[in-house]
């Protein structure tokens, strides 16, 4: 079975400031982990995804995000946040061999940043 | 990456009636599926339409409820049956990018959803 857990409904930062969305997993396997943004009335945005390889992944808009096995995280993570990065964040996860190859959606998390 | 769009973006509908909520793709694509969003909650997988084949729906979810028809490689349709207000909901088309590697790998991506009220 896998699962994944976002820890908190709400982040709040100010502009400028470094920020983290806290996610969780649970997998029997090795977990494959994807990162989405939702902007108001649109639909999920790929933001980027873990697969294998170097711990720290780059993705879009400054993103990245940092595989943890010890701690089963993958906590998204940008340097200097921006009042347009205020949206809701989901994290997934898929493990085919021990789970499926759809992937379990977190509750998501909304992150506000302040001017 | 696939570009999506689905149509309509909204509606107000009434009780016991029908939508068609159509999805279209600018790629031809293996996988598709139909999402429910509610209110503050997550996503919700309703069913996986693969061309060809009968659509695999998720524990929860009726064909009865919810027809989907994929005819061909780029298109599908979610219809939302005899509607009642828990239906009210943001469903949202997904796609999944065939690269050809490990299964699971690949990235999903989203239309920009359909949000119904159902009154």
């Known amino acids: 079975a896998q699962s994944v857990a976002q820890p908190e409904d709400q982040v709040n930062v100010a502009e400028g400031n470094p920020l983290t969305v806290k996610c969780t997993y649970s997998?029997?396997?090795?977990?494959?982990l994807f990162w989405y943004v939702q902007y108001p009335n649109r639909g999920l945005q790929f933001l980027l995804k873990?697969?294998?390889?170097?711990?720290l992944v780059k993705g879009s808009y400054g993103f990245e995000a940092e595989f943890n096995k010890s701690q089963t995280s993958f906590h998204l993570k940008k340097p200097s946040a921006l009042v347009s990065d205020s949206a809701l964040y989901f994290c997934a996860v898929r493990d085919p061999p021990g789970g499926s190859y759809i992937p379990t959606f977190g509750r998501g998390t909304s992150l506000i940043v302040h001017p | 990456s696939a570009v999506i769009s689905q149509k309509p973006s909204r509606d107000i509908c009434q009780r016991g009636t029908s939508l068609t909520i159509q999805c279209q793709v600018d790629s031809q694509v293996t996988m598709m599926f139909w999402y429910r969003q509610q209110p503050g909650q997550s996503l919700t997988l309703i069913a996986t339409?693969?061309?060809?084949?009968?659509?695999?729906?998720e524990s929860g979810f009726v064909i009865d409820k919810f027809p989907i028809s994929r005819p061909n490689l780029t298109f599908s349709t979610l219809t939302v049956s005899n509607m009642s207000p828990e239906d009210s909901s943001i469903y949202l088309c997904s796609v999944e990018e065939a690269s050809g590697r490990i299964r699971g790998t690949d990235t999903q991506y989203f239309g920009p959803g359909t949000r119904l009220t159902v009154l």
């Open positions: 997998v029997s396997g090795n977990p494959y």
């Open positions: 873990y697969i294998t390889g170097d711990n």
């Open positions: 339409a693969n061309q060809g084949s009968e659509a695999t729906y």
